[in-house]
């Protein structure tokens, strides 16, 4: 489970507020991925990068932000115009990509108040 | 569009009797199978994949299946135990060059002392 560390892990936000999560890996992957998962639903890829500089947008890209400037690191901003923003966040990383084995974060439980 | 349906949702089993997880895809392209297991208030984890070279795959209690021709594969645990109680996601990639994974919308296994 070490290598990817996420924070904080409970983020309580106003209505109307961005907010950015952190994520953060030592493990020397390429590749980093941010989750939204719902109760009850699966995971649902939000945005990912596979290279420094360049990232993609997933499934559910709306309303979310991303960055990718250093290797290690990949913050998720949730901005003010997603609509249901209260959700559980995971990021994970892989070593090149999506058919390596994905290692997650603890997750971060945003609530928007 | 790219999807990956997972059934059942919920699955409640006797300890010692077997659990079977079914997943079907879409994206003939695909090439790689993985199942995470996510206990409660943790992470997912891989606990076994398969690649589309092979049609079966084994660790110990778990299997995994593939299907190619009616695109599907799924999860077998033999021999269940309390520690198996989880919630299991499948998962395949999607997307041009299939550069994202696409997650099932779980399944949450209970097994029975």
């Known amino acids: 489970d070490g290598g990817i560390t996420q924070s904080p892990k409970y983020l309580f936000r106003k209505e109307g507020q961005n907010v950015t999560l952190s994520c953060e890996q030592n493990?020397?992957?390429?590749?980093m991925y941010w989750y939204r998962q719902d109760p009850g639903q699966g995971l649902r890829l939000i945005y990912y990068s596979q290279i420094v500089n360049d990232f993609q947008k997933g499934d559910i890209a709306e309303g979310y932000s991303v960055s990718r400037e250093k290797k290690e690191s990949f913050p998720l901003t949730v901005t003010s115009a997603q609509k249901n923003p209260t959700a559980f966040y995971l990021c994970?990383?892989?070593?090149?990509?999506?058919?390596?084995?994905?290692?997650f974060g603890p997750g971060t439980r945003l609530t928007v108040l | 569009g790219e999807n990956v349906e997972q059934h059942p949702s919920t699955l409640s089993v006797q300890e010692g009797d077997s659990a079977v997880i079914k997943c079907t895809y879409s994206d003939s392209a695909s090439n790689y199978f993985p199942w995470y297991k996510q206990e409660l208030g943790k992470r997912p984890q891989l606990i076994i994949d398969i690649r589309s070279n092979v049609g079966e795959k084994k660790d110990q209690r778990i299997a995994v299946t593939l299907n190619k021709t009616a695109k599907h594969f799924s999860l077998h645990i033999t021999e269940t135990q309390p520690e198996d109680s989880a919630v299991y996601f499948c998962a395949a990639p999607t997307g041009a060059a299939g550069n994202k994974l696409t997650f099932g919308g779980g399944t949450r296994v209970l097994v029975k002392p």
């Open positions: 493990l020397n992957h390429d590749a």
């Open positions: 994970a990383s892989s070593i090149v990509g999506p058919t390596d084995t994905q290692y």
